[in-house]
């Protein structure tokens, strides 16, 4: 699987957008963008994931650019329980089928 | 998410203990998980299945073993705990999408387990 970049650490102001961003520059054509977040301690949650188009549920927009090297996960109106830190992984099905998560990005919401 | 379940969801126990931990799901899928999270680092996977006839070492598998019971259940054992074995341990199901080319894992909420 593909190697990601992440920043750190963001902070969010509660009910403004927040824009988290992830760098994959190995990506192949064949592998997916996924989005995973974990609240402390707890089971890591899914978010979305796309191939190459925009995508959109009812938790985020996934944003991937057209030469699929970047991708942003946007959380439109972000609140206090979106504290929690945000995985991007970009995998293919194999017979292994594990999930590696790197360090991932915590953002912080604030009042 | 509610739809997979772990028991216990706290565990202490002792070095040389067997302890079994469970796993549940109400997703209907074939494929489940069981991985280990260790304080400030990633997963880990002990062991997948992908069916109940079928049984998958992961990357860390030596101490530990599974069982398959049911498509919905899903147990992980320590023969013979030992303190490093102390982790937060979670149970995945997946369901593939996209025709197969991938899938996506649900998580249940984990069992912190120490052994002392």
């Known amino acids: 699987d593909a190697k990601t970049t992440q920043p750190t650490s963001m902070d969010c102001a509660e009910g403004r957008a927040a824009n988290l961003p992830c760098n994959h520059s190995t990506i192949s054509g064949n592998e997916y963008v996924y989005w995973y977040r974990q609240i402390h301690s707890q089971g890591p949650q899914y978010i979305i994931h796309?191939?190459?188009n925009n995508e959109t549920n009812e938790m985020a927009s996934l944003i991937i650019t057209e030469d699929r090297k970047s991708s942003t996960l946007i959380l439109p109106h972000a609140t206090l329980r979106d504290t929690a830190v945000y995985y991007c992984i970009v995998r293919v099905y194999n017979a292994g089928n594990m999930l590696t998560f790197g360090g991932g990005t915590r953002l912080m919401v604030k009042p | 998410d509610a739809d997979v379940t772990q028991t216990p969801r706290n565990r202490i126990t002792k070095t040389g203990k067997r302890i079994m931990l469970e796993c549940s799901q109400t997703?209907?899928?074939?494929?489940m998980y069981w991985y280990r999270q260790d304080p400030g680092l990633g997963l880990r996977l002990i062991y997948y299945s992908f069916d109940v006839k079928d049984i998958n070492k992961g990357e860390i598998s030596d101490g530990y073993s599974v069982s398959r019971q049911a498509q919905a259940k899903f147990s992980l054992s320590l023969e013979s705990a030992i303190p490093n074995q102390t982790a937060l341990y979670f149970c995945?199901?997946?369901?593939?999408?996209?025709?197969?080319?991938?899938?996506?894992?649900?998580f249940g909420p984990g069992t912190r387990l120490t052994v002392l």
């Open positions: 796309g191939l190459k």
């Open positions: 995945a199901t997946s369901d593939p999408v996209a025709g197969g080319l991938t899938d996506t894992q649900y």
């Open positions: 997703k209907g899928h074939d494929r």
